[in-house]
Structures are given as C-alpha cells and as structure tokens.
C-alpha cells in the first residue's frame, strides 16, 4: 500500500512537490524557532552555572543602592554561608562607538595594573594588548590605562561588552564612594540552605534584596520561553495560510485523480482501502517535509547561527556578541513541532481524503 | 499565562481535537438517528458514507489524545522550572486548581479514547458494521468530556502565574500531611506491594482462564481496572522509595524527570496500555455474538488480554529490577 501511495504522489509531482515545499517552510520556521529558543536557554544556564547562589543587593526608596561594606561581614557570620564577597560593578557609556560596556573591578587586591577588555570592546575599539585606552571619569577628567589582557572569543556570550579594572581604577572612574561596594555575593555551599539564608538576610538587614540564582535562571528561562511563544503566536497566520493552502490542495483534485480512484473501486477497493491510500499518501508528505524542515532548521541554528531569528530572539545591542549556537535537539522539541504542523495539516486533509474516497465509481468514471 | 510554545501546541492540538469531535458528533447524531443496516435506500448510503467519515476523523483526534497525555505530563515537568517552590510536575499541577483535575481527566479519557479506537477497529473489521451504533453512542459520551479536558487544561495554562507559589512534591507527597496524595503516600511500604502483586497475580490468572476457556473477559476487564490503581498507590508508597533511593521521597512525578532515565514514561506507558487493552477486551465481550463479530470479536479479545498482560508485567518487571538493583532497603 505504501509502494502504491508513494508511485501515486510520483505521478502528480508537480502538485505534490509545491505542496511539500510550502509544508518544509512552515516546519523549517516553527523548528528554527524552537532551536534557537533551547539553544539561547542553555547558554543561559551554562552562564549562571558559575553565578553565585545568592546576590544582595541594597535598596534605596525602591531603586538599587551601594550596599556599606560592614554587611559582608555580617552576612559572612550567618549559619550555612561559607564567604560574603562584595562587588564593583557598573555600566559605562561610550561615545565613540555609542555602545555600553560592563564594567567590573578586581576585588582580589592584587594590585594588577591595566585593564582586561571583553573580545568585542577590543573589536569596535581596535585594541591590542599593549594599546592604551582612555575612559572619562564622573569628574570629567581622563583616565588613561594600558590594556593588559584581551579575552578569548569563546567567552564572548558572556564577556564581548566587558571591561576589567583594578578597584582603585573603578572607583576613580565612577567616583564611587569608598566602604561602599555595588552588592554583595554571597556563597552558600549547600543550595537546599539558600532559600533560609535569603530569609535570615531580609530580616537582619530589611533594607536588602537577597536575589537567588534559582529566581536569575527562572527569570531567564521565562524571557526565552516567552520570546519564542510571541514568535509562535506570530507565525500563526503562516500557519493558517498553510491548513488552507493543504486543505485546498486536497480538495482540488484533478479528473484524472477521480478517474484513478474510481477504477481502483470498480476493481474492487473499499472505501477504507481508499482512505488508508490517502493516509499514507499524507504520511509520506508530512514525513518528508517534517525531516526535510527538522534538518534544514538545525544547519540554519547551529551551522549558520539562525540569522533570520537572531535579531528578534536574542535582543539588540551595538557590542553583540558573536557566538555560535552549541547543538541541543531532544524528543520534546520534535514533539511541539509535530504538535504544531503535521496535526493541523492531518486536520485540514481528514474531510477532503473522506470526499475522494466515497466517491461514486460510476460518476468518476463518467466525469 | 506562561506563552510556552509547548503550551500553544498543547492549546492548538485540544482546540483542533475539540473542532473534530464536534463535527463527527454531528455527524454520529444523525447516524444515530437514521441508521437502518437492512435498508438499501439513498440515506442509507449517504450514512455509510458518513460512519467511514466518523471513524477516520474520531480515530485521528483520539489518537493525538493518547500522544497528549505524555506531552502535557512533559510539558508540567518542563514548566517547574519558572514555578517558585515547584520541584518537579507535582509543583506545576499545584499551581492552581485545574492542573490536577486536568490530569485525572486526560487519564480517564486515555482509557476511553483506547476503548472507542478498539471497538471502532472491530467494527471495521465487521462486513455489517454492526456496532456503528454503539461507536456513536459512546462518541457522545466521549467527546463532552475531551471538550472539558481542552477547557480545564486551557483554564489550567491561562492561570498559571509564575508568581505564585506552590508545592514541591516533598510537602505534597510527604507522610502524614494530609489529602489524598500524602494518604497514598502513608501506606505501609510492603502491604502496598504485597496488594499490588496479589491484584497483578489475579489479573494474570484471570487472563490465563480466558486465553484457555474464552470466559471471563468481564472480570478480567474488572481486575485490569483494579491492577492500574493498585500500581499507582503501590508506586507512590512503595517502589518510589528503591527508585529515589531514599526513605522518605514518594513523588510519583520526579520519575519522569533525566535525572531517574525518563524510566516514569514506561512506567506510566505500561500501566495505561494495561489498563486500556484489559478494559477493551471486557467491552468487547458484549459483542461476541452480534454478526459478523462472531468472527472478528474471539480473536482481538485474545491479542487484547495477551497485550493487556504483557504490558502488566513488563511494568512489573521494571519495578522489580528496581527494587533489587537498589541500595535501599525497608526495614
């Protein structure tokens, strides 16, 4: 049955052809879609993978406030917390290429002098190790340092906006004031205890934010997942204009197509021999085109890093990191895409396969 | 609403199933009406053609039922992520009051969906199409409960707020703290297990009876209905603890997850292929003697049992492998 069904969608190639195009493209869109979304969510992961388990910020009036030093070391006292680290970090706005950097500060008191910039400040601002940088300090005044230390390209996802000074740099950049850092991070080794050390955090010092990495990642999860249902709910028109585009397909067929079905009947087939005919007529296309659009979406994601989709999913910045997608396919992915193309489509052929199949083997044979 | 793209084909998929049950409602409600198999008269025709129009559509929209099942089981173990306090499905169930109800229904409507596909395919099998009114009348009581599934998994995905903080499966599933999961999770370890292999004993017995002597479908079909809830309290109470490792874990969700290989979706396949197959071949029984099914009826209620059984024990035996490569030990 599957030879005979397969040698009749050979006969109308024309017809079927154009229909399993039309079909890969609908499936090649959702696909790339899903791809990128799982791809962007496990980057994400991998990123806050090294993230600590609790941030704590200070609150001023609603808005985020230097965090006073001496809360480290009350927070490092709590049960269950192994070190409270205070950070210096910041934003950094820059003329010339009209891009923002992220600053960070070497806590570390080791005195190293220079800067360590991200691959895609050194990209924009045609650095070399060794180069001289300048940045202008909140009092107006330039502050000039040698660039000790390019980062690699793999870490561009992360690190492409990044710029490292020593803690004295950062602070005379932002004159930012001293005893003071931007929040504290803090380590808690057991993460079953994070949840409790937020709590105890909140209640000694109500003035905080404790932010636990299981909310960052939450967060993070939610923004992808909610990034790709908008690009679902808008390749929904594409995908109506495609259950039409099957069901007319199915509908319009040909004298020759009646003629055919009507001989097969008069020769002895059942309606249901028909309707199974039609079936895996509808399997193999759907097959076909659902492997030919599962296939070309993984070279568009992770060969070509999906630049029909990256603007949209990703976000928009002038420092955008270059990176390519690490492959990431499993069973629940194909199952949406299933869910999302071949069920409609099955749906749009079930009542046109029916007509064709109970036609009348003499008036088809008539027509 | 959490706009995952799982939950829109989720949507999309009860949507489309609830477009096509309607219309061969329809359609079943006027075969029901006017279905006369002595008479050669046009509307007779038109009728059969319909009944074929009925089967073909029914057996589409119960088909992606029966996937549907597993991909909303997924779809809530995936969503706990983005749930505050959800730890695995059970978390995501809890998050409002239709998750859970959402669940039962979609389980009882797997069964039925089985049942219909099974009797629809006798029906086809039959030169007379005999049970073309019995598949019509069990459509109607079908398909009032799919449109209440598509509602409440709709309602249950159109309420779910990330902000919002619900249980981890430890609370829910805990001994002692009240409501039916943590009743189901007090049970005694080893009467659980002793009633669930003494249920599984019987059924297999009953079956042995039937394949041997053609009697007794009914009361197979009885005992499969008892084994699938024996196997659940069982699992919940028992075989949980040597599939976790740990005494106090009975969440019969977190075996779906990587971490335990996935092994919850043939657990759960097996149970529910079980109980659908054992529950076909008992409603089949009725139809033994009505024309042409004399023929077709004795040998698909034989496969049905010998499936029915088969998958019984291949959850059985995976429960059981379990329990003796585990380093847990009762007691």
Redesign the interface.
């Known amino acids: 049955m599957l030879d005979f069904a397969l040698s009749s969608l050979l006969r109308r190639k024309g017809k079927n052809l154009s229909l399993v195009a039309v079909y890969t493209l609908i499936v090649f869109s959702v696909a790339s879609?899903?791809f990128f979304?799982q791809a962007m969510k496990r980057e994400s992961a991998l990123i806050l993978e090294g993230a600590p388990g609790l941030v704590v910020q200070r609150m001023v009036a609603g808005r985020h406030d230097p965090i006073p030093l001496e809360y480290a070391g009350t927070i490092a006292g709590i049960r269950g917390v192994a070190e409270a680290r205070p950070r210096l970090w910041g934003y950094y706005y820059e003329p010339v290429v009209g891009a923002n950097y992220t600053i960070l500060a070497e806590y570390d008191g080791t005195g190293a002098q220079g800067v360590v910039l991200g691959n895609g400040v050194a990209r924009t601002r045609r650095l070399a190790v060794g180069d001289l940088v300048t940045f202008r300090t909140y009092r107006n005044e330039s502050l000039v340092l040698p660039v000790r230390e390019i980062l690699p390209q793999e870490s561009e996802l992360a690190a492409a906006d990044l710029v490292v000074l020593s803690e004295a740099d950062f602070r005379t950049l932002f004159d930012f004031p001293s005893g003071r850092a931007t929040d504290l991070a803090v380590s808690v080794p057991n993460p079953r205890e994070i949840p409790v050390v937020a709590g105890k955090i909140a209640a000694l010092y109500p003035d905080t934010r404790p932010i636990t990495k299981r909310e960052m990642?939450?967060t993070y999860?939610?923004v992808f997942?909610?990034r790709?249902?908008?690009m679902?709910?808008m390749l929904a028109g594409a995908l109506l204009a495609f259950v039409v585009f099957a069901w007319d397909k199915a509908t319009g067929m040909s004298a020759g197509e009646r003629l055919e079905i009507g001989i097969l009947k008069s020769v002895g087939w059942e309606?249901?021999d028909v309707?199974l005919l039609k079936f895996w007529e509808g399997a193999a296309v759907s097959l076909a085109a659902f492997l030919a659009g599962v296939l070309l979406a993984y070279a568009h994601v992770f060969l070509l890093s999906a630049p029909l989709f990256e603007q949209a999913l990703k976000g928009w910045s002038v420092l955008y990191p270059r990176f390519r997608p690490v492959p990431a396919v499993d069973g629940?992915q194909l199952?949406?895409i299933f869910?999302?193309t071949v069920?409609?489509y099955?749906?749009a052929t079930?009542?046109p396969?029916?007509r064709a199949?109970?036609i009348d083997p003499d008036a088809a044979m008539r027509s | 609403m959490i706009l995952h793209p799982a939950v829109l084909a989720l949507v999309v998929s009860s949507l489309l199933q609830s477009a096509m049950l309607l219309f061969a409602s329809w359609n079943g409600a006027l075969i029901l009406r006017g279905w006369s198999p002595g008479s050669g008269s046009e509307r007779q025709l038109a009728l059969e053609r319909r009944n074929c129009l009925v089967s073909s559509v029914v057996g589409y929209a119960l088909a992606f039922q029966l996937l549907s099942l597993f991909f909303f089981l997924f779809t809530a173990d995936r969503l706990h992520i983005q749930l505050t306090g959800a730890m695995c499905a059970a978390g995501t169930l809890n998050a409002n009051g239709y998750g859970y109800p959402a669940l039962l229904l979609k389980t009882a409507d797997f069964l039925l969906a089985g049942t219909w596909l099974v009797v629809n395919h006798a029906d086809t099998r039959g030169y007379d199409a005999p049970l073309v009114k019995t598949k019509c009348r069990l459509l109607l009581l079908l398909a009032p409960l799919l449109f209440l599934d598509a509602f409440l998994q709709f309602r249950f995905f159109a309420d779910l707020e990330p902000d919002v903080i619900t249980s981890c499966c430890g609370s829910l599933f805990g001994s002692g703290k009240g409501g039916l999961a943590s009743d189901l999770a007090s049970w005694p370890a080893v009467p659980a297990m002793g009633l669930f292999f003494a249920v599984l004993g019987a059924t297999v017995a009953m079956g042995v009876v039937f394949l041997r002597s053609a009697r007794g479908a009914v009361l197979f079909a009885l005992l499969c209905g008892v084994t699938f809830p024996a196997a659940i309290l069982a699992l919940v109470s028992a075989f949980s603890l040597y599939i976790y490792d740990l005494p106090t874990h009975h969440c019969p969700f977190c075996v779906l997850q990587a971490e335990y290989g996935h092994i919850g979706y043939l657990l759960y396949a097996a149970l529910l292929g079980g109980a659908a197959a054992g529950l076909s071949a008992g409603a089949l029984a009725a139809f033994r003697k009505r024309g042409s099914m004399a023929a077709v009826v004795p040998p698909l209620q034989r496969r049905l049992v010998w499936t029915a059984i088969a998958f019984f024990l291949l959850f059985a035996l995976a429960v059981s492998f379990r329990i003796v490569v585990s380093p847990y030990r009762s007691g």
């Open positions: 879609l899903l979304v990642l939450r999860d939610a997942d909610w790709g249902g908008m679902v709910v309606t249901s309707l629940y199952a949406i869910f999302l069920a409609p099955t749906v079930i009542v396969c029916w199949a109970t």
